[in-house]
């Protein structure tokens, strides 16, 4: 990518119609567009914003266009979104940040995970007779929600350097309203309810038999809602209008807290009103790699942020012009640095404040150079540890008229979360804290007030020291694997990044109850790139076209002479992009 030869190329006639099935193109590099109605692409000289539900979009572009900043809107749209798709967030989970500020030219980036309870320990858990923590239940809720935490630092950091006319309370308003008088259901909240009413999977599935569950997100006869039907929460709207008047002393040492841990320790749960009193989010340094002529940034352990910018370390030692994109070179490639990527995250992840992890070495040149010289084009190693098969996430862009951006991402880990809603609260809790080991030789095991390994990692694209693409996606393991795709796609092969994601993807990784890994690749890859990959030692599964299992990704690029905003979002999901 030189200069204006990548926009001008790819981003030419952005005007693309999808009715049905037919699809009109207006561009050259229009070839994926064959979704029915997703494949506009929104640009704009001002704000713009992308999630994974339409409704949060809209509720963070009311803000920009009110005269907040860009991260006031990011948390307007997250607000939505812990109300409108609890199966992927709520704000009983966690979020971290990257923050780009276009009037100091800084990066910043915002840790607000949780940390385990300080009576959360192996003994413990294993005094019950577990060897690994239960993925539902009261006993899979032991870490502190950091949500409300990220969204207070961030909002006052933004309210200090940035400027901004929104008041905080404003902010939720978007969140309490739907909560309070209820949304229609999508088709991707009306799925994922009606996976988890199964009974068929007593341990993992099967969540009516969880009380605030059913009442929460049940219909009376504890059958999912169908797409359409209007839900309402109106514990979660009381919660929600404590915190827009209170502030985040609601939730962590007030009459939010003293709820959530009155049930947790009624039903067996370890978190105490101290976990929430001394939890706080916390400004860590970003972490950086360059990839040709731009900078990718994202966040430090204990995120898988050092796995995503390791993949783009080793893809710096080949020209991946030359592999073609869509090709089982270009495929081969990406998942073998991946599996480079992923041996050093699982060697060397968790709690950097518990064990040290050796960041500079991991991003060097060098180790990139080594790494690379290990993958062999004409095989797949084959000696990699199966991968953990869960993890879903909303991720979302916002950048404002001055420049400022934000990706962030947020979660509860599993579909759902613990499936635990405290009494009279609303708020269903994450189990991120499942993650953590119960063997004290795993360098993630379980110890008191310890942050475990995250999934999540918001990314950012810096060319010339600006914001050049704004990325990220839901997705658990496929979250490097699509920033990639998604980078190599915008940056090698110059395509617009609604292209990118709209582009064939796959997923290295297991599926639950699979012992080993498997290469999921999505139906629209021709058959003789999947052979091709097969022969080489991928065992493909071939997967449904545009399936959710691949996440959500969104994207926002900055023209860097014309200044224009390009909003991109995944056909696999609910969301849209939207600038003004």
């Not at 502030?247 to 101290?274: E, R």
């Not at 030359?322 to 640095?337: C, N, P």
């Not at 060697?347 to 080594?370: A, C, M, R, W």
């Not at 880990?413 to 809790?429: N, R």
Request: aromatic content about 8%; some cysteine.
């Amino acid at each position: 990518m030189s200069g204006m030869s990548f926009t001008r190329r790819s981003l030419i006639g952005f005007a693309v119609a999808c009715v049905g099935s037919t699809t009109v193109q207006a561009f050259e590099a229009g070839k994926y567009c064959d979704t029915p109605s997703r494949c506009t692409n929104p640009a704009t000289t001002h704000g713009m914003v992308t999630t994974s539900n339409y409704l949060a979009t809209q509720a963070g572009l009311k803000v920009l266009r009110d005269g907040g900043n860009a991260i006031d809107a990011a948390i307007a749209a997250a607000a939505t979104l812990a109300v409108v798709y609890p199966q992927m967030t709520t704000i009983g989970g966690d979020n971290f940040w990257l923050i780009y500020n276009a009037k100091t030219g800084e990066m910043r980036a915002l840790n607000a995970s949780g940390r385990s309870g300080e009576k959360a320990t192996i003994e413990f858990y294993k005094s019950k007779g577990l060897e690994k923590i239960p993925a539902r239940g009261y006993l899979a809720a032991n870490t502190v929600p950091g949500v409300i935490s990220g969204w207070d630092e961030a909002y006052r950091y933004g309210k200090q350097s940035m400027g901004s006319k929104a008041s905080w309370a404003s902010l939720l308003d978007s969140a309490i309203g739907y909560a309070q008088n209820g949304f229609a259901v999508t088709p991707s909240l009306n799925r994922w309810e009606s996976i988890n009413v199964a009974t068929n999977d007593q341990e993992f599935r099967n969540l009516q038999r969880f009380d605030g569950f059913r009442k929460t997100y049940l219909k009376p006869d504890g059958s999912a809602y169908a797409v359409g039907e209007v839900m309402r929460q109106p514990q979660l709207a009381d919660t929600l209008k404590l915190i827009a008047k209170d502030g985040a002393s609601a939730f962590y040492k007030g009459p939010i807290a003293k709820k959530i841990v009155d049930d947790l320790q009624k039903n067996g749960g370890v978190l105490t009103m101290d976990d929430f009193a001394s939890h706080k989010a916390n400004w860590v340094k970003p972490i950086h790699v360059p990839y040709r002529d731009t900078v990718a940034y994202n966040l430090p352990p204990n995120t898988q942020g050092m796995a995503s910018l390791e993949i783009l370390n080793v893809l710096n030692n080949f020209d991946v012009k030359k592999t073609g994109e869509g090709s089982a070179d270009h495929y081969h490639l990406i998942i073998e640095a991946t599996k480079e990527a992923f041996a050093d995250r699982d060697k060397y992840l968790t709690d950097p404040e518990f064990n040290k992890i050796p960041l500079d070495f991991l991003l060097s040149k060098q180790h990139g150079v080594d790494q690379a010289n290990r993958i062999k084009m004409n095989t797949a190693a084959t000696s990699v540890k199966p991968l953990d098969p869960k993890g879903d996430t909303i991720w979302l862009g916002v950048v404002d008229k001055d420049g400022n951006a934000v990706s962030l991402i947020q979660s509860v880990y599993h579909d759902f979360g613990s499936a635990i809603v405290p009494a009279g609260t609303g708020v269903l809790l994450q189990n991120r804290g499942s993650f953590f080991s119960l063997d004290r030789n795993n360098v993630n095991h379980l110890e008191p007030r310890k942050r475990t390994f995250h999934t999540l990692n918001p990314a950012m694209l810096l060319k010339d020291g600006k914001p050049l693409l704004v990325y990220g996606t839901m997705g658990g393991e496929g979250q490097p694997q699509t920033q990639a795709a998604i980078v190599t796609r915008v940056v090698d092969f110059g395509m617009s990044p609604q292209d990118a994601i709209n582009g064939p993807r796959w997923l290295h990784g297991r599926t639950w109850g699979a012992a080993s890994n498997d290469l999921k690749i999505e139906g629209r890859v021709p058959a003789a790139v999947s052979d091709e990959l097969t022969k080489r030692g991928h065992p493909i599964k071939v997967v449904e076209d545009y399936t959710d299992t691949m996440g959500h990704a969104g994207a926002i690029l900055i023209d860097p002479s014309t200044k224009v905003r390009y909003g991109a979002t995944d056909p696999r999901g609910d969301g849209t992009a939207a600038g003004y």
